[in-house]
């Protein structure tokens, strides 16, 4: 059978969330199809497997931006998961939401039904908390939230160095106040990671309306038409089709999707022609509005062993943690190494806050890829919260096989760096608190630099996503916008975009639980207003 209702693009945090939600129903057929392998193996269900598979290439894309101009002309490393779980196979694994004004925000922007109040509810559907149980918190849902059981005391070094310097302290960063500092909660179970695959596809592989095929590239949408009727993948080295009854779900991620558009026939007209490829709408926005978070991290080298490093002792505490991961499923391999942090104002006049503090217990440069990453020692990274930047995907080829060209354009507008220097300011200042002095020994790259001017040149030569890209097939009812509120992409039939593209604007938090609640809601979307009749 090559005929479904339903045919899905990606296997990642939507794209899992989509297939389980709609083969609830019996009556509906789905295939979803996924680059990636099965996303089951231990270095996705150990959480500290993220120090293999965010660096390397195992189940990871490793895309590279093209050389950006605000960071002294470096091309930025940009993993991506690739496997059943998408991204949320190798991320961090903390659980926030941003604030609720960026979801009102979204909604006045042109968006009916996405306001907080609106999506509050798909939140609380997904998440199954093991701690808090409130009107913000779920506790049945597929999606387990859990507290840190690393038992790290660097943890509470970071609490008290914090207090110390003056910020607040939170126990729950998505309840009814975000801002603070605390220890994040994590999408683990039982101190293994819960990937959007384990937690929504895994149990569903067995229903007879599911079809998952791992190992399969999509190359373009089929259309008869405007109406996307299938889609064109290679699998095992031969290509084949499968056709799709009521709609096409592209969850590609803010990447690829919008490059699948493309390779389609929809973006800019001049810009496909240039490409040799046949217009099927002219849609301008495909793959304009690209938002991250750029992140700049001050590192510490520090004498303790709850840190992670190398050395000859640190090894051999690493084997004891072994041994006591098997045995009690907590300690040292469930760290997600970003183990707290926190949301504050730069500024105390904003109403929300404008910045990210994410406390690893590591040395952690340059994502892990150097050799930096075997000392041991901590690392705090800050990260301006909405930035005014924007950047672009396109395509570099016309070949489906070639990577997207992606210019997140970081830095280019002059505030973002404003907001940047303010943070590191901030962030410095918790690492100075007496605190930490016990554990000091050296501060890395930054050591005696003081003025704004030395930090921005620091930030330029330093600073690294934090892995939030958005935007890119943006959710609106204006003329660049690529989807509808129902995200059904504009001007054609059939199809429609659900994943991290989708967001207008880049939410104050990580993305992946928002990018689920995107999905929790796009299933009762097709539900209710299927994209062609
Ligand atoms: C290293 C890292 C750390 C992160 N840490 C956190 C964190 O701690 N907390 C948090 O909230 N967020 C975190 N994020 C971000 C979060 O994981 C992502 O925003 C989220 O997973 C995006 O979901 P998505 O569905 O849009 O895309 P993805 O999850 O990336 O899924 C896209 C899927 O599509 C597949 N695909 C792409 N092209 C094709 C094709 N042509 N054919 C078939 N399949 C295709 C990919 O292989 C992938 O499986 C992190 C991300 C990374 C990379």
Redesign the pocket.
Known sequence: MDTFDCVI???????CVLAARLTQDPAVSVCL????GE?RGALVRVPLG?VV??PTQLI??GFRSVPQPGLDGRRCY???????????????????RGHAADYDAWAAAGNPGWSYAEVLPYFRRAENNARLHDEYHGADGPLPVSDSRTGNPMQQVFLAASRQAGFRLTEDFNGVDQEGVGV?Q??QQQGERWS?ARAYLHPHLFRPNLRVLTG????RILFTGKRATGVE?SRSGRVETVTARTEVIL???????P??LMLSGIGDADELRRHGISVVQHLAGVGQNLQDHLDYTLIHRAKSLDLLGASPRGLLRFVREFGRYRRQRNGMLTS?V?EAGGFLKTDPGLSVPDVQLHFCVAVVHN?GRTLQHLWHGYSLHVCALRPGSRGQVSLASAR?EAAPRIDPAYLSDTHDIEVMVRGFRLARRILEAPAFAPYHTRELFSAGVESDQQIRALIRARAET?????GTCRMGSDDGAVVDAALRVRGVEGLRVV???VMPTLIG???????IMI?EKAADLIHRQPSAG
Do not use: C, K
């Open positions: 693009v990606g296997g990642g945090s939507a794209g199809l996924e680059a990636g996303g993220i598979t965010v990871n894309w940009q993993p991506r998961g690739r496997a059943l779980g998408g991204s949320s196979a190798i991320n961090a694994m903390i659980y926030t994040y994590v999408t959007a399969a590239r999509t190359r993948y969850s590609a991620g803010t990447f690829q999707s490059q699948l997600n970003a994502h489906p934090i892995y939030h890209p958005v994943d991290a593209s938090g990580n993305t992946h639980a928002p990018t999905a």
